[in-house]
């Protein structure tokens, strides 16, 4: 396979598979105690200091786990030091690696009770879409609920049932301090978005999702794009286009990420995406 830059899901699955190497990217700050972890540039995930331990948002790939080990330790962590691992949703990109960081670090495990069910009735829909991808088995110690938040140390998350791109996709919500500036901020991060799951061409072979949760995807849209967030991070890097470029621009009373209109923005645009493959036009 060529080192070409891969634009589909299945060719960037396929290239961290075989060359992860060429897709590596140095971990960085995002947010007061919140750094950037997955160690490439697909599929993000979060390292969130509470004060109490770490909380891991998504571990990405199996076969990108070292990457993310490395930009664990480079920040001065140790995967020991995970305390609870928070899942999106059940695709392989998300939750790839989870069997193993739960294995490294002891951390208790959430995902939705909806993904765990999809996962064991539909794995060629969830851990095992892409022929050649090696996500690993894992066990949930807690399900989500929209009333119960997950608090550890001073971080306390608020998980929002989304779905659409998966039956169970979790969304998240908490708040960090930026004590040079003296300023709260909230932070979210939808736990998916993408369209490929969320078309006609894909419901015609799908045997578990349908347009019902276009529908409630959009209806949820709708309500939280309203919702005031200070800083957006994407569950994939090339959701907001700003994202990479200003890595490594972080600093104390320096917020890089800090926009209070992007989270709306990015919204409206998932929506007007996704009505586009209904065949809607604005």
Request: charged share 20%; proline share 6%.
């Amino acid at each position: 396979m060529s080192c070409v830059q891969p634009n589909q899901p299945e060719d960037m699955a396929l290239a961290l598979t075989r060359h992860p190497w060429t897709m590596a990217v140095p971990p960085f700050q995002v947010a007061p105690r919140v750094w950037y972890v997955s160690g490439q540039r697909w599929v993000g995930c979060y390292l969130i200091d509470t004060g109490a331990g770490l909380v891991l948002l998504d571990t990405a790939l199996a076969e990108s786990l070292y990457l993310l080990i490395d930009a664990i330790y480079r920040i001065g962590y140790r995967p020991e030091d995970i305390r609870k691992i928070l899942i999106s949703h059940g695709h392989f990109d998300h939750c790839g690696a989870a069997g193993a960081l739960k294995a490294l670090s002891g951390a208790e495990l959430y995902l939705s009770r909806e993904d765990w069910a999809w996962i064991q009735a539909y794995p060629e829909e969830t851990i095992a879409m892409v022929p050649g991808i090696h996500a690993q088995a894992f066990q949930p110690d807690h399900f989500y609920a929209d009333n119960r938040p997950v608090a550890l140390g001073d971080v306390t998350f608020h998980t929002r049932l989304t779905p659409g791109h998966t039956p169970g996709c979790t969304s998240f919500f908490w708040e960090m301090v930026d004590r040079a500036a003296g300023e709260r901020y909230r932070i979210a991060m939808h736990g998916g978005v993408g369209t490929n799951t969320m078309n006609d061409e894909y419901y015609a072979h799908s045997r578990s999702l349908t347009p019902a949760l276009r529908a409630r995807f959009l209806r949820d849209a709708e309500a939280m794009r309203t919702i005031p967030v200070d800083i957006a991070l994407p569950s994939h890097p090339n959701q907001r286009a700003d994202f990479l470029d200003k890595a490594g621009g972080y600093a104390d009373g320096h917020q890089p990420y800090l926009d209070r209109t992007a989270w709306a923005r990015f919204l409206e645009e998932r929506i007007r995406l996704t009505r586009a493959t209904m065949g809607e036009r604005e």
